[in-house]
């Protein structure tokens, strides 16, 4: 008995030292069973989330080519229903290829996917596969489509009908002030104040300092700022006074120094031109503002003119011109920068006027018939805003999802796409 | 002829980049883009005018003794080591193969220890111009200078926690009256009315000036007048 026991004993004990070796060896192997048996769990009918199904596979729209937009309904299982949908993940197959592989994956909740990878003429097949944490089950496959470059962006037609209309009334108002007709231009100040200003650096025997902005000759600001430039030499010409003009583009440098020159010969004084007028600093912005802020504290200019595209510069040059006791006159179309030349200068161009400056300065009837013009795009601007929160309230007041739709779709148009 | 060519490029060019604009297919799909790039070649190239012209200006003071030629010759000293840096690498690991701006180069050092600071010093100049021209700006002279008073206290208070300790007291239907939320309904509301109608003026005038300019109207910026 006791033989036995030590017999049970001892099998017992090396059944216990398999035991460990086994133990650890089926903990390692324990994931792969649980996979196993989730797996075969999840794969039944009630855990598999429902396809979602494509509703448009087409060649996206106003395009250069090489791309095509899927869209498709939420499974039903996507935030209902079993509410067990992870992402769906996007599959094509090209044709000739006998493989759907794998292009892309979206979010649950998601409704739209564009393929930007396609070639263009050849025709591509798509299927969605709805995936759960490890599974998934497949949409229907999509009918080929082709993708191609299109003549028009359809997407901007809105843009392209506006933009028509005010290019149209910009037109229509240069040749009608052409012909003569009177028009009537609000006084601006800030350009009303330039004679005075170059008048007042030329009793003083200062010179007049002018910033054409710190951006290249490719933004429109300092297009603006230049052939200010130009209206605002011809004038220090007929004056005799002098100009200093730092820059901080070389492309402005050469623009700004023929702009003057040609003032100087318009004036009748080339001989009083020098190419010193006007001189390159430093394409760094605080590199050009320490510079420019150096010149106006030893120069001490009687007239700064600030015309152009300005960012956190903008104060600095300003609050250095006024400790010096200049008159300030600037310009810009940078919202941020223009509470700052409000407060710090004596006038301040706002946004629109700034591109109005040349044309008003000029005086010629086509240039202001320019301006004219603008006044079509402020009052379609108009209307809509008073449409829009007209519309909104009604639909807020009645709860009318017409009307709201209605708003929706307006404010589509004028909204950036 | 001199007058004609500059025009005819012009009304060319910005012609078919408006096109280019709404039409995506070939020859004009990034178009815009292209012509970007170009002038970006010819901004590099514009670099030596400009360094050019930073020398000439600065040679000609000292060589004159004009009034403040040590400030240049400080420029032109600044400039030739920068320069000499970039150029020939001094001190970079990588010898004269090496990226310009590693690590451990002069020119590296230079922008780390030297400019950088600098940069920083005549940025923060902006924190007492803020104060000075805040003070001459809100001063309550007029109506609207005082309404610009209010809305800037209630907004600068809006923005510390002092303004939510301060009004936290006023909680359910009365909520909108703590200071943080009065700031944010200036920012949100009648500043971003404000704004907007700034941009809708500026986009009327950047299309007004373009076509002016395409059109040959607007030549002041040829360096040509009008006339």
Known sequence: MKICFNKVAALGMVLLLLAVPYSWLAAQAEPDTLIQDTTVTITGQEHLPRPAQFTFVHDSEGDAGGSITLKWTLSPD????????????????????????????????????????????????????????????????????????????????????????????????????????????????????????????????????????????????????????????????????????????????????????????????????????????????????????????????????????????????????????????????????LPFFVAACDYTLIGEELFAASAYLSGEPKQLGSLKGQDVGKIIAMVVIVLLCALFTVASLTESEAVLSLANTIRGWFSAS | MRRTVPLVITLIVGTVLIVAEFVPHKPFGNLGDKFSMYFDIIAVFAFILGGGNLVRVHITKISRKKADWPFSAVTLAGFALVLAAGLFKIGNPGGIRGDVAVVGSLFNDLYIFIFTPLQASMFALLAFYVGSASYRAFRAKTVEATILLVAAFVILLGRTPFGLWLTGGFTGSWEFLQVPNLANWIMDVPNLAGQRAIMIGIALGVISMSLRIILGVERTYLGQDND
């Open chain 1, 78 to 337: 996507d935030g209902a229903g079993e509410n067990n949908v992870t992402s769906y993940n996007i599959f094509r197959k090209a044709s000739g290829e006998s493989e759907f592989e794998k292009i892309g994956t979206v979010a649950s909740g998601l409704t739209e996917y564009e393929d930007a990878t396609t070639t263009d003429g050849v025709a591509y097949s798509y299927y969605i596969l709805t995936s759960s944490d490890s599974v998934g089950s497949k949409s229907d496959i999509s009918a080929g489509v082709v993708s191609s470059a299109q003549w028009f962006n359809s997407k901007d037609l809105d843009t392209f009908i506006i933009g028509i209309i005010i290019c149209f009334s910009v037109i229509f108002f240069i040749f009608w002030a052409q012909k003569g007709k009177k028009l009537y231009l609000r006084k601006i100040a800030g350009l009303e104040a330039v004679d005075e200003a170059i008048g007042r650096a030329t009793e003083m025997g200062r010179p007049i300092l002018y910033i054409p902005g710190i951006l290249d000759m490719d933004d429109v600001q300092t297009v603006a700022g230049i052939t200010i430039l130009g209206r605002v030499a011809k004038t220090i010409a007929e004056y005799d006074t002098k100009i200093n003009m730092p820059v901080s583009r070389s492309i402005v440098l050469t623009t700004a120094r023929e702009t003057i020159r040609q003032a100087y010969v318009a004036a009748g004084r080339p001989d009083a031109y020098s190419d010193d007028m006007v001189h390159y600093l430093t394409d760094e912005q605080f590199g050009y503002v320490a510079a420019v802020d150096g010149i106006m504290v030893r120069e001490k200019p009687a007239t700064c003119f600030y015309i152009g595209a300005f960012f956190a510069e903008s104060l600095i040059f300003a609050e250095t011109g006024h400790s010096i006791g200049a008159i300030q006159i600037a310009g810009t179309a940078m919202p941020a920068q």
